[in-house]
């Protein structure tokens, strides 16, 4: 009887011990991404992809006797900076000081003041603009704002890197007229010339997306056209840096449009967007070559298992990855914050981030990053990375068109954009057809001659 009573004394003390009298405290990140405007392909993915992070998170906590759970409060910015800086405001007011997103860089400059002054931390998976474009003279005014993609500064010189390698001479830009898409513009104008190449035509668009294409569609068909008497279509190109709304402006283009006979050469806004599958007939003519920071990390795989086995979809994209870290790291910052100081402080968490992200990226909490190590420079920005470039093939699937190595400041190509000339001769035009590299008969056949013409003369000589 007396073991008994040991046993239940021991089982008291345990249930009083302070583990397990502690309530978990929740910690809540406020979620601010696209789930119905121009990036909501991306939005959603990333949605889905955190609803996976939440429950490892979770696990983590309850595997190493942590008091903490993670709160996830998903609003949808439509990837507007004004709704983004409604709803920045709205979290604080429900005490969310925690912000996984926004994903445009327009709305982060909307918002920075705001959360600069309140002290929020927040962390972009997509923002890509240079800190000096969205506002920012030094890095200590982006204390509280990091950013887990690599800049634009780096996707230029893949772009740039795209079109050297295959030939353009002068390209047509197309851009939204945003902080995001005017920063990238500014950002390649300089290297093209570096390189060479002529800036046609800039067409700016509004950010307010317009209904009516037909203004903008003209003024770019009318650049090409101007191109095109000075240079082959296979040295011509098309760069375009907008969300998936381009793809409601080709849709908008005559089948037969110029446009369609030059390559086009995309960004991270566009790239592996689910809306090629709208205008097939359009998209495989000009391949639209798509940059997209791209990192995997030791713990990808699994990620993609549950990913798969939740029905998500086959793999979730690299914005979704960058996101699913910054979970990680805003909870682990947490933590180790409340173990330092016994409350939360928002200066000490912005201390700790750098820390705990490079800690994370060596797995010395156990678990690893999905999108690979995460190094961060002065600005609180990934400093490094590569970029993957998609394109849009004959069966109108996004497929690896080539890598671009940060290392070596390269191509590693798979699919290298490339044109057959053919020529099309009228009264007063000569047009060069863009199409993919193929085999030409033309030198078998030359040889199928030549043996045919060795066998007459056989015969001949025998007669």
């Known amino acids: 009887m007396r073991k008994v009573w040991v046993l239940i004394a021991i089982v008291v003390l345990l249930l009083l011990s302070p583990t397990a009298l502690a309530e978990k405290q929740t910690i809540k990140i406020g979620v601010l991404v696209d789930l119905s405007g121009d990036l909501s392909t991306y939005g959603k993915d990333i949605n889905n992809t955190l609803s996976i992070a939440k429950d490892k998170i979770d696990e983590y906590f309850d595997k190493n006797g942590l008091p903490y759970q993670v709160e996830f409060v998903v609003e949808d910015t439509q990837i507007n900076p004004t709704r983004a800086l409604e709803l920045t405001q709205d979290l604080y007011s429900k005490g969310v000081k925690l912000i996984i997103g926004p994903m445009g860089s327009g709305e982060v400059a909307n918002i920075k003041d705001f959360v600069t002054n309140n002290k929020i931390i927040i962390v972009s998976p997509s923002s890509t603009a240079l800190p000096q474009i969205i506002g920012f003279a030094k890095p200590a005014d982006k204390k509280y704002i990091f950013r887990f993609v690599g800049t634009d500064d780096l996707q230029t010189d893949a772009i740039a890197s795209e079109l050297k390698d295959v030939g353009i001479k002068a390209v047509v830009i197309i851009y939204r007229d945003n902080a995001w898409g005017r920063g990238l513009y500014e950002c390649i104008k300089p290297k093209l010339e570096k390189e060479g190449i002529e800036i046609g035509k800039v067409i700016p668009y509004p950010d307010q997306i317009p209904t009516d294409w037909s203004p903008y569609i003209t003024n770019a068909e009318n650049a090409v056209n101007d191109l095109l008497k000075k240079y082959n279509a296979n040295q011509v190109a098309v760069v375009v840096f907008s969300y998936e709304e381009i793809f409601s402006m080709m849709a908008q283009a005559d089948e037969n449009s110029v446009l369609f006979k030059v390559l086009w050469f995309g ?3 566009d790239a592996k967007s689910g809306k090629v599958s709208e205008i097939c007939s359009k998209v495989e003519k000009v391949g639209i070559y ?3 920071f791209s990192s995997k990390g030791k713990a990808y795989e699994d990620l993609v298992k549950e990913y798969q086995k939740r029905g998500f979809g086959d793999h979730p994209y690299q914005y979704a990855l960058n996101a699913y870290d910054a979970a990680w790291v805003l909870a682990l910052s947490y933590v180790e914050v409340i173990n330092k100081t016994g409350s939360y402080d928002p200066d ?4 700790t981030i ?3 992200t ?3 990226s060596k ?3 156990g678990v690893y990053p999905v999108s690979g190590y995460i190094t961060l420079n002065e600005w609180n920005d990934r400093a ?6 998609w394109y849009v093939n004959k069966n109108c699937e996004w497929d690896l068109a080539g890598i671009w190595k940060f290392e070596t400041k390269s191509i590693e190509w798979k699919h290298k954009p490339s044109v057959v000339t053919t020529t099309v001769t009228t009264a ?3 047009t060069a057809v863009v199409t993919t590299t193929k085999k030409t008969p033309g030198f078998e056949c030359a040889l199928a001659v030549v043996g045919i013409l060795a066998v007459v003369y056989a015969i001949r000589r025998r007669v």
């Open 290 to 292: 798509s940059t997209l």
């Open 354 to 356: 750098p820390v705990v």
């Open 384 to 389: 490094s990375g590569d970029y993957a470039i």
């Open 348 to 351: 000490v968490m912005a201390e």
């Open 363 to 365: 797995g010395e909490y």
């Open 428 to 430: 007063t035009t000569t």
């Open 358 to 360: 490079e800690k994370y």
């Open 267 to 269: 960004s991270d806004g």
